[in-house]
């Protein structure tokens, strides 16, 4: 599970969904709550988490996506397995862990010191206290 601690930027809430931006790490966050939205507010101290295997990798800043965490970020190591393998990538100071089909890293050409961006959809996140 990866892990980032965060600030709330601004929430917004209508009935049970809330949309939460969050700082983290000097990267901008955006994160869909579908229940529970009214329990956070503007400046508090929050943790996001989500699973490596909800992270996608592109080669390029991608446009015309309904993704709104798209976050530039350099590969660090791989750690290949027989049908999926651990990247391990640098977003500013902090890491990330994303899981991706051998076929991915091939396909893309991914290596270590690569730069890329990793996109995480916002219903995606949770946020832990």
Known sequence: MNKLKGTISSIQ????LGLVHVRSHGVAFEVVLIEGGET??????IELLFKETEIIICTQSVEGIGIRNKIPAT???I???QLMSLVQLQ???AELVAV???SVLED???EPDQQIHALIKSNEIMIGS
């Open 100 to 102: 991706v089909t051998n």
């Open 79 to 81: 750690e290949k397995g």
């Open 13 to 16: 809430n209508e009935s049970a």
């Open 75 to 77: 590969v660090v190591a």
């Open 108 to 110: 893309l050409g991914i």
């Open 91 to 93: 977003v500013k100071d």
């Open 40 to 45: 956070y507010t503007k400046g508090q101290e």
